[in-house]
């Protein structure tokens, strides 16, 4: 008993371990080669990017400046294990080492923002700056209506973006010869360097008149004019390059004339991250993405700051919502996790009271029956070979046959090797009964246990009833309910036969075009259809299902993962019967095909609802009534179900059909569903649905209604009559007759 106890409780821990699995990320570096406002801009873009990407996670180092320091980070972060660099290089020919060695290992690298003179990278993603350069040169031109005096403060010496706005600055400066640039400082693109410099300048050049500085950056800008103002008045125009968003940018200070001009840089943190994504699922990506910016000047600075501060606050609420769902998924996991911990404890409790109250009866047994010792050992191994073996042989049947099938046959290799653990333990624990009970057997003197032992064996054929799936375990297929699945997801299909089999005869399309085929040509009982589907959507499908003549009384139940109201609102605008959710729970499904399939035999007795004549009234000869005028009365009053405007356009059309073709002797359902446009199935399966009676049963309940009507108001004879209504035989005609109402035809004119 303890050795099974184990086992069960290894059995569950094994489920429960199997059933969790961490899915493999992206590690991907990011080497900044300083950290300043544009960066802290770019990297929160970054993260931004990474919310829409489970599978990605960020490490980022940032230099300050020093080419040493991020050659360090590099070679860290590659030992690291990433799986692909994002680098900004320092300088153009000091890093690239670095950048080689990465991707000399068969590591990506995504240069972005400044170059370096090395061709072995992935992919390059920045704006374009020596266009930037030159853009700015030509506004200052103009700003200083072609002539005047400039002073220019450069960026980090040796840094790609230094170098390409310089030669793009001066290039647009040689085409304006009245404009003269008076001194090129060289700044590292910090507010106090580019003060310092600036600062020394002016105090050996104090009567050198400056019209305007350009700051290949805003900090720049904003030192010198920081120097100009402790230093001499009026002070000259100020431009700089970056043109950030939010408090203290550079289009800030330039809505606030702290600067003429900026440009925007810009950061772009999600499209890079997004290119990084694709390189490393392997899409298709750009060898080089250049950026697109613009100037920013009075004139538009206003408009591009409040789309800044719309865009920062959106940026704050989608990075709020995120933080919620995260701390919502965390909750999420921690329950599930109490609840299988609960579920686990409540298991090992329960195998531990039936253990001990199986001990318990069997001590209380030996106890009790002391004097017959010998006999009591021979009964209490034969009991407990009964009370091992039939779970044993529980278990263990239904895994055989299990084993047979082939969605096990070719189930995932995790699954197989579990499958195969359940099936090795078992046996292993069968055989240690069979050792066990073999012992205590050799070495006992009672004779009879072979006897004993002959029917435990044979007990296994029994097990394999609850599990078959032969005709003779179930209900007749033929008098299954039909139902249609229209799904593209194999699997889901799969699970959903494992839920109805046995209870319904199913059909299967793998999407709308091939479920409205299959549906018109078995017209079955119900359609469970997905949304989500190539070639045609659930909605679609749905809407031609209830405007089709054949199908529109065909009840569907859309079963899809799209749960928001408006979702659920466009399902049943499309006609659906019903709405059901992933995930879902089997019995709810049960539930509802049993509820949808009632209402709808519910409609059986509306044949019978009188359909209006010709001259206003309720009553038509062919209808068709209850043998109880009262009960008549209550079925067409019952507040059930009533027929869709097809539904009663379908069955008038019946009746129309059968009015006019009944006297023909040798009419059938496949005449009618001829004039009704209808194969001999569909009308069959429409008319059933419908009516709950088949076309056959109702036509006869037709002539027999005429019949009586002719006897009753005319003076043909019984074999006219019969002739008259279509029926071949007189004496058949009065059979019918008879069981219908419960005399002959002759008795039915005396009433």
């Not at 039936?354 to 318990?360: A, D, R, S, T």
């Not at 019978?608 to 004549?613: A, D, E, F, R, T």
Request: hydrophobic share 40%.
């Amino acid at each position: 008993m303890q050795k099974t106890l184990a086992y069960l409780a290894l059995l569950w821990a094994a489920m429960l371990v199997s059933c969790s699995s961490d899915s493999n990320k992206y590690r991907i570096g990011v080497s900044q080669c300083s950290a300043d406002i544009w960066r802290d801009k770019q990297n929160a873009e970054l993260k931004m990017g990474a919310y829409f990407h489970d599978n990605v996670e960020l490490c980022f180092a940032a230099a300050y400046d020093s080419d040493e320091r991020q050659v360090q980070q590099i070679d860290s972060l590659l030992s690291m294990g990433i799986d692909l660099l994002i680098v900004a290089p320092n300088q153009v020919a000091t890093i690239s080492p670095a950048i080689d060695r990465a991707y000399d290992k068969g590591i990506p690298v995504i240069v972005f923002e400044r170059k370096t003179n090395s061709q072995k990278y992935t992919a390059y993603m920045g704006a374009d700056n020596y266009e930037m350069g030159k853009m700015m040169g030509e506004y200052i031109a103009s700003r200083l209506q072609g002539k005047g005096r400039v002073m220019e403060v450069m960026g980090l010496k040796g840094s790609s973006p230094a170098i390409e706005r310089h030669k793009g600055f001066r290039e647009a400066m040689a085409a304006y010869p009245k404009v003269e640039i008076v001194a090129t400082l060289q700044g590292d693109w910090t507010e106090p360097t580019a003060y310092k410099m600036v600062k020394e300048w002016l105090s050996k050049n104090a009567d050198t008149p400056i019209d305007l500085v350009f700051g290949m950056n805003d900090r720049s800008a904003m030192g010198a004019r920081k120097a100009f103002l402790e230093t001499q008045t009026p002070t000259p125009l100020f431009c700089g390059i970056d043109g950030l968003p939010g408090e203290n940018g550079g289009i800030q200070q330039v809505r606030d004339s702290l600067l003429d001009a900026s440009y925007i840089y810009p950061t772009h943190g999600d499209q890079l991250l997004q290119l990084a994504v694709d390189i490393l699922d392997g899409k298709p990506y750009p060898k080089e993405t250049a950026l697109m910016s613009a100037i920013v000047t009075p004139a538009n600075a206003h408009v591009l700051l409040m789309e800044s501060k719309e865009i920062i606050r959106q940026s704050r609420e989608l990075e709020l919502l995120h933080h919620k769902a995260s701390d919502y998924m965390e909750q999420l996991a921690a329950q599930r996790l109490v609840n299988i911990l609960t579920i686990s404890l409540a298991l090992l409790l329960l195998l531990l009271v039936i253990g001990i109250w199986m001990l318990f009866r069997q001590r209380t047994r030996i106890q009790r029956e002391r004097t017959e010792m010998e006999r009591e050992q021979l009964d209490f191994y034969t009991q407990v070979s009964h009370e091992l073996r039939t779970p044993l042989t529980l278990i263990e049947g239904p895994l055989t046959q299990l084993a047979e099938r082939p969605d096990i046959q070719q189930a995932s290799a995790e699954t197989s090797r579990i499958f195969a653990i359940v099936r090795r333990n078992t046996h292993q624990l069968t055989s240690l009964i069979n050792k066990m009970l073999d012992v205590q057997v050799k070495g006992t003197r009672w004779q009879a246990i072979p006897v004993e032992d002959a029917p435990l064996t044979a007990s296994i054929d029994p097990i394999s009833s609850p599990l078959d799936d032969t005709p003779s375990s179930q209900q007749d297929p033929e008098e299954m309910p039909t139902v249609l699945i229209v799904d593209d997801n194999a699997d889901i299909r799969t699970y959903l036969h494992t839920i109805l089999q046995g209870q319904y005869q199913l059909f299967e399309a793998a999407d709308g075009k091939e479920g409205l085929a299959v549906a018109r040509e078995q017209v079955p009982d119900l359609i469970i259809s997905d949304v989500m589907m190539p070639v045609m959507n659930g909605l679609e499908f749905c809407l031609h299902v209830k405007t089709d003549e054949v199908t529109s009384h065909i009840p569907v139940i859309l079963l899809t993962a799209r749960a928001l109201n408006r979702h659920q609102i466009e399902g049943y605008e499309s006609g659906a019967d019903a709405y059901i959710t992933k995930p879902f729970q089997p019995d709810l499904l049960l539930a509802r095909i049993t509820n949808l399939l009632r209402s709808r035999h519910l409609l059986k007795d509306l044949w019978s609802i009188p359909q209006g004549g010709s001259d206003g009234s309720t009553e038509s000869h062919t209808d068709i009534p209850s043998s109880d005028d009262e009960e008549t009365t209550r079925r067409t009053t019952d507040p059930s179900p009533q027929l869709s405007a097809q539904g009663m356009a379908f069955i008038t059309r019946f009746k129309t059909v059968v009015e006019e073709r009944m006297g023909n002797s040798e009419l059938s359902v496949e005449d009618i569903g001829s004039d009704m446009g209808l194969s001999r199935v569909q009308l069959y399966r429409k008319v059933k649905a419908l009516t709950g009676s088949s076309p056959v049963d109702l036509l006869r309940k037709a002539r027999l209604v005429r019949a009586k009507q002719l006897l009753l108001t005319t003076d043909l004879s019984v074999s006219e009559v019969a002739y008259k209504v279509g029926f071949t035989s007189p004496s058949y005609f009065s059979k019918c007759f008879k069981d219908e109402y419960g005399m002959v035809p002759g008795d039915a004119r005396k009433l």
